[in-house]
Every structure is written in structure tokens, then in C-alpha cells.
């Protein structure tokens, strides 16, 4: 048998162990809140703005917007062609933009035209979806330039 000396420094060792288990996912926590937001991302050669229309909408001429380009990412330099089609963006296999990003949910995101409008609308994420600093919530319409950022993956019409 063992002595209860044993005993009680095998507790205390274990309890130990158990307390730098949980301050160690604590610190994994605290670094993951700190760096999930959208970080800041500065455009250069910025398109020209939308013409404002007598109803107060903002539109672009139908061929100032022709592409979604990845600008960040594992598929940074990915291109894909705007032709009046809905594009989804996801982790599924069958969307139109397939992330493997860990922060990206199954059915993310949905970019589509109205009116030679395009709308940028959040599928329910988990995550989110953000345009600039701003969290979607509800279809936004979308400006030539503007930063669309789903996880690690940002991306932009021009």
C-alpha cells in the first residue's frame, strides 16, 4: 500500500495539473475573442462611387461591377465573373465560392442583384458576415470596392 503522504501529494499534483489545463483554455479563449473581429483593411484605387438616383438609391451603371474578387485568404486571387446569377459563399460543396475557412458556416453568405443593384445578405451564420467594420444583418447593397469579410477571407466587387 501506499503511504497517505503519497496520497495526498498525488492529489495535489493532479489538482495542479487541472488548474494549468484551465488557465491555459482560458488564455486560448481570451486570444480568440481578441482576434475574431474583422481587422481594419485599407482599399487603394477605390472605383468610382454610386450615382445617387431620384428615389435616393444607390446604383452602378450595369457594367461598372463585372467581378467578386478574393483579396485575402487561401483563395486570394480567386475571380469570379458577375453575371446577374445569385453567388453563394460557404462551406457547402455545392456553393458558387467554397471556403474551407474554420469561420465560415455550411450556407454563409448570399451576394445578388435587384434592379442592377447588388445585395450582400447573411445566410444566419454563426460568425457573421461584415462590410467594412459593420456586421450584416439584413441585404445591404453593395458599393464597386467595398470589403466583404467572412472569417479569414475577405474579398470585394469591383
Known amino acids: 500500500m501506499t503511504s497517505p503522504l ?12 487541472l488548474w494549468l489545463f484551465i488557465y491555459g483554455m482560458v488564455r486560448v479563449i481570451r486570444t ?11 482599399v ?26 478574393v483579396t485575402e485568404g487561401t483563395l486570394a ?6 453575371t446577374g446569377k445569385p453567388i453563394l ?3 457547402a460543396n455545392d456553393s458558387t465560392l467554397v471556403l474551407t475557412d474554420d469561420y465560415a458556416s455550411t450556407r454563409h ?22 462590410v467594412g467594420q459593420t456586421k450584416v444583418t439584413g441585404p445591404i447593397p453593395l458599393e464597386a470596392g467595398e ?6 477571407t475577405a474579398m470585394e466587387l469591383r
Open 109 to 130: 453568405a448570399r451576394i445578388s442583384e435587384t434592379n442592377n443593384v447588388w445585395y450582400l445578405e447573411d445566410l444566419g451564420s454563426t460568425n457573421g458576415t461584415y
Open 147 to 152: 470589403v466583404i469579410r467572412i472569417g479569414k
Open 32 to 42: 480568440e475573442l481578441r482576434t475574431s473581429g474583422a481587422p481594419k483593411v485599407t
Open 89 to 91: 459563399i460557404g462551406r
Open 44 to 69: 487603394t484605387n477605390r472605383p468610382k462611387k454610386a450615382r445617387r438616383t431620384n428615389s435616393g438609391e444607390n446604383r452602378l451603371p450595369r457594367g461598372a461591377l463585372s467581378q467578386l474578387i
Open 6 to 17: 503519497a496520497i495526498q501529494l498525488m492529489r495535489f499534483a493532479f489538482l495542479a495539473l
Open 77 to 82: 486571387g480567386t475571380r469570379i465573373a458577375l
